[in-house]
C-alpha cells in the first residue's frame, strides 16, 4: 500500500496553485494547465474568463462534516477507554473473575467506536501521521503473542518473564520496545489488551481462556505482579495515544490538525476523503483484513483473534465507511452526528455513482451479516466460506464505485 505523503501532497499543493497563478482561465491555452483546450482562444486570441468553483461551498461543508465526524468518534473512543482503563485498574487492584470479566466486556465496548474510527485513517492526518500518528500504538496487528507473554509451549516467553532486559515494567520501555525489529513484534495498543485479558484462543468453540489467577500472586503463570503492572501501562498508553488524536479534531482547541484541515484546499481534502474509503474497502478490510485470512485459513491474520471479536470489528469498520460517505455517527448516546456529506456531494455531479454506492453499502452490509460467527470458523468451515468471500467483493465493488464517484471531480490514485 502506497499512502499519500506529506511531501508529496505539498508537490501536489503546490501545482494545483501554480496552474491557477499561470493561468486563471477557463479552457486556458496554457498546454501546462490542468484545463488546458486547444480550442479555448477567442478570436482576439485571449482566453475564455474563468468562472468560480460552483461547488465550493459544499465542498467546505463536506470537510466541516468529516470534522465532526471524526471529533465525535474519536472522543467517544477515548471515553471508553477512559472506562477500559478504570475497569483494568479496578481488577488488577482486586483480581477475581467478576472484576476479570468486566474487564473483558469493557474492552468490548471499547471496540465499538473506535471501529468506527478506521475510516480517518489513510490521510496522512493526526492517526497516521508519519511523523507522530499514534496508530502504531493503538491498534497495531497482527500480534507475535509471544513478544509479550507466556504461549502455548513456552513458558518464560515475552516481554513479562524477560526480566533481565526488562526488569521494570514502564511506559517508556514498552512503548520503545513496540515494533522493534518487526511488525508483529506489538507490545500496546487494544491486541495487546486484548491477549493479556483473553490469552491464546486454542478452541474452535471459544475465544481465548486466560485464566484470572494469571494476575493473582501465586495463582497460575509466573510473574503475576509484573503481568498486571504491563496491563495498566498499556491502558495508559491508550488512553494518552487516542487523547492526541481526539484532541486534534477538537473546535474547542486553536491551531490544531482540525484547523489545518478546514483551511486545507478542497480538491486535496476531497481526495484525501476518497482515498480513505478507496482504501479501507478494498486494500485494507476486504484485503488484509479479511481475504488474507480468508485465504490462508488461519486465524492468526485475523484481526482481534484471542477474544474472538473479528466479526465485530468487520462490521464496525464498513459502517465507518458508509459514516463517511452519509455523513453521519450515532455516538454512544444515541445522538446522531450529521451534516452535509460526500453522498450529497456525489449527488450533485454524478447521481449514477451516488445511487450505486448507496445501494452498495446497503448490501456490503447484509453480506457482512451473514458470515459466520467467529469469523475464526467461518474462514475455516466449507460451508461459510463462500459468505467471507460474498462480503470481500461487495467491499471491492465499493472501491469501483468510490473511483467513478471521485473520477467526477477530476480525482484519480
Not at 230 to 238: N, P, S, W
Not at 321 to 347: A, K
Request: proline content about 3%; glycine content about 6%; hydrophobic content about 40%.
Amino acid at each position: 500500500m502506497k499512502l499519500i505523503s506529506r511531501n508529496i501532497l505539498f508537490i501536489l499543493a503546490c501545482g494545483i496553485l501554480f496552474t491557477f497563478a499561470s493561468c486563471k482561465k477557463k479552457g486556458c491555452t496554457d498546454p501546462t494547465a490542468t484545463n488546458y483546450s486547444s480550442e479555448a482562444e477567442k478570436d482576439d486570441g485571449s482566453c475564455i474568463e474563468a468562472t468560480s468553483d460552483p461547488l465550493a461551498s459544499q465542498k467546505q461543508q463536506v470537510k466541516e462534516t468529516y470534522a465532526s465526524l471524526a471529533f465525535a468518534a474519536y472522543s467517544d473512543s477515548y471515553n471508553q477507554a477512559l472506562l477500559l482503563q478504570n475497569a483494568i485498574n479496578t481488577f488488577v487492584a482486586n483480581p477475581d473473575q467478576m472484576n476479570f470479566d468486566l474487564a473483558k466486556q469493557a474492552w468490548l465496548d471499547a471496540r465499538e467506536p473506535y471501529g468506527q474510527t478506521e475510516i480517518f485513517r489513510f490521510i496522512e492526518g493526526p492517526i497516521d501521521n508519519s511523523s507522530d500518528g499514534p496508530e502504531g500504538l493503538i491498534n497495531a496487528w497482527p500480534m507475535d503473542e509471544a513478544y509479550v507473554d507466556y504461549v502455548d509451549g513456552s513458558a518464560t516467553s515475552g516481554i513479562i518473564n524477560n526480566l533481565s532486559q526488562f526488569p521494570n515494567i514502564t511506559t517508556s520501555a514498552i512503548v520503545v520496545a513496540n515494533e522493534n525489529g518487526g511488525e508483529t513484534n506489538v507490545s500496546v495498543g487494544y491486541h495487546a489488551i486484548e491477549f493479556l485479558l483473553w490469552g491464546q484462543d486454542l478452541s474452535a468453540s471459544s475465544a481465548g481462556q486466560r485464566p484470572y489467577t494469571d494476575f493473582v500472586v501465586g495463582g497460575t503463570a509466573d510473574n503475576q505482579t509484573r503481568r498486571g503492572e504491563y496491563l495498566i501501562v498499556c491502558a495508559d498508553v491508550l488512553i494518552q495515544s487516542l487523547e492526541q488524536v481526539k484532541d486534534a479534531w477538537d473546535p474547542a482547541i486553536s491551531n490544531n490538525y482540525r484547523t489545518e484541515w478546514l483551511a486545507m484546499d478542497n480538491y486535496i481534502a476531497l481526495r484525501k476523503m476518497f482515498n480513505s474509503i478507496r482504501v479501507m474497502a478494498g486494500f485494507e478490510l476486504s484485503g488484509e483484513r479479511m481475504y488474507t485470512a480468508y485465504d490462508n485459513m488461519d486465524q492468526e491474520d485475523e484481526h482481534s483473534c484471542f477474544s474472538d471479536n473479528t466479526h465485530r470489528d468487520i462490521a464496525l469498520n464498513s459502517l465507518g465507511i458508509e459514516n463517511l460517505f452519509l455523513g453521519q455517527y450515532i455516538d454512544i448516546n444515541g445522538t446522531e452526528i450529521s451534516g452535509f456529506s460526500l453522498s450529497d456531494l456525489v449527488e450533485l455531479e454524478n447521481p449514477t455513482s451516488n445511487a450505486e454506492m448507496i445501494q452498495q453499502l446497503d448490501d456490503t452490509k447484509a453480506k457482512i451479516d451473514l458470515m459466520y460467527t467467529p469469523f475464526d470458523q467461518a474462514i475455516v468451515l466449507p460451508a461459510e466460506r463462500p459468505k467471507v468471500l460474498d462480503a470481500v467483493n461487495a467491499l471491492i465493488n465499493e472501491e469501483t464505485i468510490i473511483l467513478s464517484a471521485a473520477s467526477s471531480f477530476d480525482i484519480s490514485f
